[in-house]
């Protein structure tokens, strides 16, 4: 057990609002609205008609002709992201034990859009088992998403997939930071990654969560969620191979947190059971208190259910502090990038520490009495932010805080 | 100084059985293959050997209340935690009950392509949103956390083949780091209509029917279905309780081999050799401590030429048993079927062999007859995947 720290030396993004750190921070900070019409696929008859795709990115700019192919849109975005990552942290994987180089990763629904296109070609000509892709066994299972970013990078450490839906961004990068914390690995890279699906945005929309037209958290007339993809990626490092290499570093994975509501698969436990459990095992595991928080990266859906929830975790376990805290959601902007959406929040929160810029909450115009905190309305804020904790909850109960702190040698 | 994990609860829904004495019964049966043709919106094109549970009856186990919007993976983890952790979890208040960690490949595929399938035929507006919450990969785990009120963890593992055991490493970090006192933890499988298909265009299906571990002429596995669980815990906890400890999770080891051949295995076998070396480091023993190795072959000739390989290197005498060929491939939830199945050997002092006598491929100490009078105080799982993941953990007698 060697209890090496875990530090985050590079970052990879890929959004409905830019593909690339730079991209996607500049367009962040500009309070840039990425929900849109959906032109995947046709939206008539459902509640809503926008969601939040991912407009510029080439995964043959990434990945070669054969690859492109042979991965579903989940891969192909992890991949991307994960490669921006390691570009990001100045890291060749080859020059390294490949052995101690890890991947660990989440995400919602997997590769639904393989699925979904088998089945649709299942209703078509034949109706035959004949018509499905030969390749789709090779391309669905969720598991295939970590595999290939593994493959890719020619990593041979601990590989792993946790699909805890709209949490697993965080519960990938925390299982990241315990393989360097009991010395597994030297090199995690750790995400998440979702494609925008049908079944994702009927579901939501059957269950009427989705946003007529924009996603507005913590306003007293949200609607709902809106619909994204994207993947975000994180090079987590031991302090020591970082220091090594002489990386610069964003911040450091101080502790997170995990719980259950328990309560039912698809509405939050209204009392906040799990999310208090998270918030206050994460902050006790970084080894800090309530005061020390500076900044809250929410979950921050838009739901009626989630925001006022949320609010009310925050409140529970920062007490007076949660009056002073920034607490902002980058899903105004990005929508709700499932199981990529706390690893991207975890990216953008490295970039505000580094930065020292917090991201708004856009569309915030009606305050609500039962979400009364400062959610950062509608214009980034410079300030100087030592310890970030990001929240995601997702399907299920599942519930996640991630502490990250200024790096401080 | 880290905590040694202990397993001291196991249970199972499957054709062997579903507990530890069960299973070890039926290992010493012939194996009990069923067909499989009729899957709710579609089918196969033929009866489909399989191992199914075939006295499954969910309402038994779990009474009628809250299952009918619960799918059959669902209906397969909960029945497996009730079997054997509905005393515990009722004996134990709230705030302290064990949390869930569980792998599985699939989750319930069969509820997303029942999803698609009714949304195509009667509409995607007239889809039932109560179906939704199935689609999830981690819908089996949280439907038993919010059944049993586990609130320590819910945590869903999807390595492929490998989910099982992945979810027992995952859990067993979560014990190590001093996170939990104690944990569920295990594999989930359906048979569903996509893996069969999945499986049988990938090469992987047995036409004969037969699954036949590292034999000369194997010419695939055969699909099986179930769950097994097993209560991780440190040792201190289990002694604080008084629980009986069954074995102690020695070693654990996880890795990647990203080199793939035309069934995507690696034939050189660096992933499975590393993953091997690495548990019996982790338990702090040498290769020669091993009793027996149960093996992850299940017929598929390039993962069992693999496998092969890379045993006849580091365990050429060690006695290999090959559970699969009585328990199927049950994909994410195998290797903790294996788990089960070893457990069970180690403690009736034998080693449990495939019954009929077969030529192998390569020199694998394969045991085809039941070798008793084996007391095994360290044994070896593996669990290799075509997509590259490689792991294996390290089992000590402890009972």
């Not at chain 2, 489909?48 to 809250?66: M, S």
Request: contains cysteine; aromatic residues 6%.
């Amino acid at each position: 057990m060697k209890n090496d720290r875990a530090v985050v030396t590079g970052l990879g993004v890929v959004s409905p609002i830019g593909t690339g750190v730079e991209a996607f921070w500049n367009a962040a900070c500009k309070g840039t609205n990425g929900i849109a019409p959906l032109t995947s696929f046709d939206t008539t008859g459902f509640r809503t008609s926008v969601g939040a795709e991912v407009k510029d990115f080439s995964a043959g700019s990434f990945l070669a002709p054969s690859q492109v192919s042979s991965m579903g849109r989940s891969s192909q975005f992890a991949v991307a992201a994960s490669k921006m990552a390691l570009a990001d942290a100045g890291l060749d994987i080859a020059k390294h034990d490949p052995y101690r180089t890890g991947v660990s990763f989440g995400t919602t629904m997997g590769e639904p859009q393989v699925l979904e296109e088998g089945i649709e070609r299942l209703y078509g000509a034949t109706g035959s088992a004949d018509a499905l892709p030969e390749d789709l066994p090779r391309k669905y299972p969720c598991g295939v998403i970590s595999a290939n970013v593994a493959s890719a990078l020619g990593a041979c450490g601990p590989v792993i997939m946790i699909p805890t839906a709209c949490a697993a961004g965080n519960y990938a990068i925390g299982y990241a930071h315990d393989l360097i914390r009991r010395g597994m690995a030297d090199v995690v890279i750790a995400g998440g990654s979702d494609p925008i699906s049908k079944i994702a945005f009927t579901g939501f929309n059957r269950l009427l969560a989705t946003a007529k037209e924009c996603c507005r958290p913590f306003d007293k007339n949200r609607d709902g969620m809106a619909v994204g993809e994207g993947a975000g990626s994180l090079v987590l490092e031991s302090l020591s191979h970082a220091k090594k290499r002489g990386a610069k570093i964003y911040a450091e994975v101080l502790g997170y947190g995990l719980g259950c509501d328990a309560f039912k698969m698809t509405i939050p436990d209204p009392s906040g059971s799990g999310g208090i459990l998270a918030l206050t095992t994460a902050l006790a595991h970084a080894n800090i208190g309530p005061d020390a928080v500076d900044y809250v990266s929410a979950h921050g859906t838009g739901t009626e259910e989630n925001d006022r929830t949320e609010t009310l975790i925050i409140k529970t376990v920062l007490g007076e502090r949660a009056k002073s805290v920034p607490v902002s959601s980058l899903k105004s902007m990005i929508g709700h990038t499932m199981g990529a959406a706390s690893a991207i929040e975890a990216a953008a929160c490295c970039l505000t520490m580094s930065h020292g810029v917090i991201l708004p909450t856009i569309n915030y115009r009606t305050p609500d009495p039962e979400c009364d905190l400062d959610y950062v309305p509608n214009a980034a804020r410079s300030a100087s932010i030592n310890i970030a904790v990001s929240n995601a909850y997702a399907f299920g109960g599942n519930t996640s805080s991630l502490v990250l702190g200024r790096f401080k040698g | 100084m880290e905590p040694k994990i202990v397993i001291t609860t196991a249970s199972a829904i499957h054709c062997l059985g579903r507990n530890l004495d069960e299973i070890s019964a039926s290992l010493a049966l012939p194996p009990r293959t069923s067909y499989l043709k009729d899957f709710g919106f579609h089918s196969l094109s033929k009866d489909t050997p399989c191992f199914r549970i075939g006295d499954f009856e969910p309402e038994a186990i779990l009474g009628k209340k809250g299952l009918r919007t619960k799918d059959h993976a669902t209906k397969l983890l909960l029945s497996a935690i009730e079997l054997g952790f509905k005393d515990l979890f009722e004996s134990t208040p709230e705030p302290a009950r064990p949390g869930l960690c569980i792998g599985t490949s699939f989750g319930s595929v069969q509820s997303i392509g029942d999803f698609l399938s009714d949304a195509i035929i009667n509409g995607f507006h007239n889809v039932n949103p109560q179906a939704f919450a199935n689609t999830v990969i981690n819908a089996p785990t949280s439907n038993a956390n919010i059944r049993y009120l586990s609130r320590a963890l819910s945590s869903t593992v999807s390595t492929t083949f490998n989910a099982g055991l992945d979810a027992l490493a995952y859990a067993a970090m979560f014990l190590r780091r001093g996170y939990a006192s104690w944990l569920i933890a295990g594999g989930l499988e359906e048979l569903s209509y996509y893996a069969l298909i999945g499986l049988d265009k990938n090469g992987s299906l047995s036409a004969s029917g037969v699954c036949a571990p590292f034999g000369a002429t194997a010419d695939g596995t055969v699909a099986g279905e179930g769950c097994a669980v097993f209560c991780l815990e440190t040792e201190e906890h289990a002694k604080s309780r008084g629980a009986h400890i069954i074995a102690e999770l020695a070693g654990i080891a996880s890795c990647f081999d990203p080199k793939k051949g035309p069934q995507g295995f690696n034939l050189a076998g660096d992933g499975c050799r590393h993953a091997m070396r690495q548990a019996c480091g982790d338990a702090g023993i040498s290769l020669s401590d091993i009793a027996f190795v149960a093996a992850s072959a299940g017929g598929v000739p390039d993962g069992d030429t693999m496998e092969a390989g890379a045993l006849a290197g580091l365990f050429p005498k060690t006695p290999v048993a090959a559970y699969k060929a009585k328990t199927g491939e049950c994909i994410g939830a195998s290797s903790c079927i294996s788990t089960a199945c070893a457990l069970a050997d180690m403690k009736a002092q034998r080693v449990s062999g495939i019954g009929n006598a077969y030529p192998l491929s390569l020199p694998v100490n394969l045991v085809f007859e039941t070798r008793t009078g084996v007391p095994a105080e360290f044994v070896l799982i593996n669990s290799f995947s075509c997509d590259g993941y490689c792991g294996s953990i390290v089992l000590k007698n402890r009972s």
